[in-house]
């Protein structure tokens, strides 16, 4: 982060020297468009961390019409927000901190001084509404996106652990084709200004206020959504006091597996999801077999069993959830065959349900449960894994497990009280 710091602080120097290209109207004009680009520019944090900003637009325009300089200063000081100054108070707390305001505004300094020189090389000192500035300005609009992203994605992989380039592809399949859509409307604005002045501008304020409130609005459903999945998995979890937060654990392994294994984002997005709901069909189940101590007979046993195919069954008439079917209904599959509701063989079971089958297995062998008390150690529930693999668990899932444990021992640690020791296997999760 120091580095990209010190590249920001290079650009702007590089920029001290240079004065407002003459479309702009001097540092008056500069002035006006810090406040448009403060009044229209939001951070909107999107899932799996894409930071969605439709200041991009205001910015370019600036950068087009007053080249560097007002390429660095709106960058600087119009996209600065309160929970940035925040930060930088001492004894306040919520903010971001300096290093991380340093770097947010470095990925957006960056991109758009090296867009202004480009369009000065390109086009010239001056801006003129026509096709070639457009073209230009397009072009260029898609190369601040990428440079942009590019700087975000490599932060939020540091920050989460994540590959550099997994996060850079979800962060512009999921937007980066409406942020570059943004440079047309930076050329109507900065055209409008051209024209008529600031008052051309002032029209502009309803579609980037339009798209910024879609962008939010995208984050709110799926956070939405996101909590009524957590609720219905809670209510699962809350027929059984032995199971509290057994899917949230579960969810947590299977994603972290999902990643050790390159899943895509659509995929642990699923396990994500998946792994909340994979039990949601044990709400149709007795509570006098879901809680019996003892062994279960055969019948109580077949009742027990149908709980991914009841789970299947609940989900499936919520669309956005069909990706996550296929994991709640044969998480239980084996991989020799012996599983159930379909026995399906090795790769027959889908990727995503070999994945959370070991993640539900391992969470389930190292909680305590009705009919077992007493949780196995982390190392014996490895050695389960062990035993168990290519009959019950995926051998390849199985080594992720140990890559994962091996880079980090206190990973996935299971809570067991003190003084305990494992005398039963379990039956199941």
């Not at 019409?65 to 309160?82: F, K, N, R």
């Not at 707390?93 to 001084?113: A, K, Q």
């Not at 509290?244 to 659509?266: F, N, P, T, Y």
């Amino acid at each position: 982060m120091g580095a990209v710091g010190v590249l920001a602080a290079a650009a702007a120097v590089t920029t001290a020297w240079s004065f407002p290209l003459s479309p702009i109207g001097g540092w008056q004009g500069i002035g006006f468009w810090i406040v448009v680009v403060a009044l229209g520019s939001v951070s909107v944090r999107m899932p799996g961390g894409a930071v969605a900003d439709v200041g991009v637009a205001p910015v370019l325009a600036a950068a087009v019409l007053g080249g560097p300089v007002a390429a660095a200063a709106v960058s600087i000081v119009g996209t600065l927000e309160w929970r940035e100054i925040r930060g930088l108070i001492p004894g306040k707390r919520g903010g971001v901190p300096w290093y991380g305001t340093i770097y947010n505004h470095s990925s957006v300094l960056i991109p758009s001084v090296l867009v202004a020189w480009a369009y000065v090389l390109l086009v010239g000192v001056s801006f003129k509404p026509d096709l070639r500035s457009l073209g230009v300005l397009i072009a260029l609009g898609v190369v601040h996106v990428s440079i942009n992203n590019g700087l975000t994605a490599l932060a939020i992989a540091v920050r989460e652990g994540r590959p550099v380039r997994s996060v850079l592809v979800s962060n512009l399949r999921q937007f980066g084709l409406s942020l570059a859509g943004l440079a047309p409307l930076a050329w109507l604005m900065a055209a409008m200004y051209v024209v008529t002045g600031p008052i051309g501008v002032i029209p502009f304020a309803v579609p980037l206020y339009a798209t910024r409130a879609s962008f939010t609005k995208i984050v709110e459903i799926r956070d939405m959504f996101t909590q009524t999945v957590r609720s219905l998995a809670g209510a699962v979890d809350a027929k059984d006091p032995y199971t509290a937060g057994h899917s949230e654990r579960v969810q947590r392994i299977a994603k972290d597996l999902g990643g050790e294994l390159h899943c895509s984002d659509s995929e642990l997005e699923a396990l994500e999801w998946g792994g909340l709901l994979h039990d949601i069909g044990k709400i149709g189940i007795p509570d006098a077999i879901l809680l019996k101590a003892g062994a279960l007979t055969k019948e109580e046993r077949m009742v027990m069993n149908a709980h991914p195919v009841k789970g299947e069954e609940i989900i499936k008439p919520v669309e956005k959830l069909a990706p996550e079917l296929p994991i709640i209904r044969h998480h239980h599959e084996w991989y020799n065959g012996s599983g159930y509701p379909d026995r399906l063989v090795g790769h027959e079971i889908p990727k995503l349900a070999r994945i959370l089958h070991v993640a539900d297995s391992y969470e389930a062998m190292t909680a305590a449960r009705p009919y077992r008390l007493t949780p196995l150690t982390q190392k014996q529930a490895i050695d389960e894994l062990h035993k168990f693999s290519g009959i019950q668990f995926d051998p390849e899932v199985v080594a992720a497990f140990d890559r994962l444990i091996a880079r980090d021992p206190e990973w996935i640690t299971p809570n067991i009280p003190e003084g305990l020791r494992q005398t039963h296997i379990p039956r199941g999760s």
